[in-house]
């Protein structure tokens, strides 16, 4: 059975950091295309940033200069550090494992930027 879990959310001020961590078991992340989505209060899931198995990267364009996607494949574990957030990026974060033809999420972690 597939697990994931994430991890590393808060409750932060404008202009702050934080480092959000996605751990997966009972799949290995080796060989497949992960990913963070979000979703921001009322609002529907979006693409934040996606990974592939080679380190090609892509991201959003109002987090591209500010957060950076990262894996690692022998802890089967995705990271997405998060630099000067703003109370638009307050949202809750989902990891996603793209398995085709399955997608698996995590239960997703609470990310509130607010002064």
């Known amino acids: 059975q597939v697990r994931i879990v994430e991890s590393g959310g808060g409750l932060v001020q404008p202009g702050e950091s934080l480092r959000l961590s996605c751990v997966a078991t009972g799949m290995n992340f080796s060989g497949r295309t992960v990913g963070w989505y979000r979703q921001p209060p009322g609002q529907s899931r979006e693409l934040v940033a996606v990974?592939?198995?080679?380190?090609?990267?892509a991201y959003e364009d109002s987090v591209k200069g500010r957060f950076t996607i990262s894996r690692d494949d022998n802890r089967d574990t995705l990271y997405l550090q998060m630099n000067a957030l703003n109370p638009g990026d307050t949202a809750t974060y989902y990891c996603?494992?793209?398995?085709?033809?399955?997608?698996?999420w995590g239960q997703g972690t609470q990310v509130t930027v607010s002064s």
């Open positions: 996603n494992l793209h398995s085709p033809p399955t997608n698996y």
């Open positions: 990974i592939s198995p080679s380190g090609h990267t």
